[in-house]
């Protein structure tokens, strides 16, 4: 069975102070990995897919890396408009269609 | 620009009624999935859709049903609300089968079963 667990499960942070999201997972031959942000009352925005270890995508102040078993999401210098909580999703190699198996997120709050 | 829509917002029905949630897609997107959001459950797939008059269960699906009768449409109706289906749903879509495409997701539904 595939599983993704997310930690920390809430992160503070101060405006400019960096840190890194942690996901690991199991799965029976990944197809891609995926990042999500999710803001209160929204549904989930997709920010990067990862498809292989070594893999690192960047956005903003939002870096993504893959290895074997797990993927970071590295926010650098961050700002107050990046709270929100970040999913992470994996996709198996056997998966019937686009099927994800997500973790249970990690909320990050940044004060100015 | 394409988007994808769910109605209601928000939902109060009462124990034992029939209720459909709504998703509506103009990406013309073969795939579409139904979610629950639950605290300590994180996403959980209840139904997806391939394509026209194609559905399958995901690994919540008792006590729902989904039918697509078009592309765009991919209805979620609760048979008999029961209190455990207090939740939030979301509604995703996402391009054809074979490759690795991301999924885009409505704004959700909140329902509340009384």
């Known amino acids: 069975e595939d599983q993704v667990t997310q930690s920390p499960e809430a992160l503070r942070l101060q405006e400019g102070e960096s840190s890194s999201l942690n996901c690991s997972y199991t799965?029976?031959?990944?197809?891609?990995l995926f990042w999500y942000r999710q803001d209160p009352g929204k549904g989930p925005e997709f920010l990067f897919t990862?498809?292989?270890a070594g893999e690192e995508k960047e956005k903003e102040r939002l870096k993504a890396t893959l290895t074997k078993k797990e993927s970071f999401l590295h926010i650098t210098a961050p700002k107050p408009e990046d709270s929100a909580t970040y999913l992470c999703a994996v996709q198996a190699l056997k998966a019937a269609g686009n099927k994800l198996t997500f973790g249970g997120g990690t909320r990050v709050l940044v004060k100015p | 620009d394409a988007e994808i829509t769910q109605s209601p917002r928000h939902k109060i029905t009462e124990t034992g009624r029939q209720v459909t949630l709504a998703c509506h897609q103009t990406?013309?997107?073969?795939?579409m999935f139904w979610y629950r959001q639950d605290l300590g459950h994180g996403l959980r797939l209840i139904h997806y859709?391939?394509?026209?008059?194609?559905?399958n269960k995901g690994e919540v699906s008792d006590g729902y049903s989904v039918s697509r009768s078009n592309t765009e449409d991919l209805p979620l109706t609760l048979e008999s609300a029961a209190s455990s289906q207090t939740s939030v749903y979301f509604c995703a879509s996402s391009r054809g089968a074979g490759a690795t495409y991301e999924q885009y997701f409505g704004p959700g539904t909140r329902l509340t079963v009384t």
């Open positions: 859709s391939y394509g026209v008059q194609d559905t």
């Open positions: 799965v029976s031959g990944l197809r891609g």
């Open positions: 990406w013309n997107h073969n795939n």
């Open positions: 990862l498809y292989s």
